[in-house]
C-alpha cells in the first residue's frame, strides 16, 4: 500500500492527474485536478484501491482530505467514485460538521447521494470526524479566544469544534459568547 508519492505532475486531466517519479507516470484520481499544477513537483497522499479487473490510485493534495476520503468510503453503499465529489465540493470541516449535526439537506448537495445514503453517512460518521480537523484551520482564530474558554474549563478537543464555527470578525467578547452558546446548544 502506498501513503504518498513525490513527483512532477505531467498532465492535468478532467478527473485525474498524470504524476511522474523516477521515469513512471502515474495516473492518479483526484478530487480536483485543476488544484495542481503542470510541471511542479508535489507530495500526492495516494489511496490504491485493488479490484479483480482493476487497479485505481487516488491521490489528495493533504493527508486530512485522505483521511476523510477513507472514512467516507467504510460507509455502506459509498465507494470511491462517490467520494471523490465530496471532498471536491465540500471543505473538510463543513462536511465533517454537516455530519457531526446531522444535516441531511448539506449532504444531499453532492451528486448521487440521496436521502438513505445521507443517513448512512451520518449513522457511520458522526463524532468520528473530530479527529481530522486540521489544526491549522484552529490556529487562524485568536489564542485569546481558545485561552479564555481553556480557562472556563473547556477541553482543546471540544474548542476545536465550536472555534471553527465562530466568526472571526467578530469582536474576542462576541466570540466567546457564541462559543459558550454552541456549547449549550449541544
Given at each position: ?43 500526492v497522499?495516494v ?20 483521511e ?22 465540500g ?39 473530530d ?56
Open positions: 500500500m502506498y501513503s504518498y508519492i513525490i513527483g512532477t505532475v505531467k498532465e492535468v486531466i478532467s478527473n485525474a492527474i498524470i504524476l511522474e517519479n523516477n521515469g513512471i507516470g502515474y495516473f492518479i484520481n483526484t478530487p480536483n485536478p485543476f488544484a495542481f499544477e503542470e510541471n511542479v513537483e508535489y507530495k497522499y489511496y490504491q484501491q485493488i479490484k479483480e479487473d482493476e487497479h485505481s490510485l487516488f491521490g489528495f493534495k493533504t493527508r486530512e482530505e485522505k476523510l476520503f477513507l472514512k467516507l468510503i467504510d460507509v455502506k453503499g459509498l465507494g470511491p467514485k462517490m467520494a471523490l465529489p465530496i471532498i471536491a465540493t471543505s473538510i470541516s463543513g462536511i465533517s460538521d454537516a455530519i457531526n449535526r446531522e444535516n441531511i439537506l448539506y449532504l444531499k448537495k453532492f451528486p448521487k447521494i440521496g436521502e438513505k445514503l445521507a443517513k448512512q453517512i451520518i449513522l457511520d460518521l458522526k463524532g468520528k470526524l479527529i481530522i480537523v486540521d489544526d491549522e484551520m484552529v490556529k487562524d482564530t485568536s489564542e485569546e479566544l481558545r485561552e479564555a474558554l481553556v480557562g472556563l474549563g473547556y477541553k482543546d478537543k471540544e474548542i476545536k469544534n465550536v472555534i471553527l464555527k465562530i466568526d472571526k470578525s467578530l469582536s474576542i467578547e462576541e466570540q466567546v459568547k457564541e462559543a459558550l452558546k454552541l456549547f449549550l446548544s449541544r
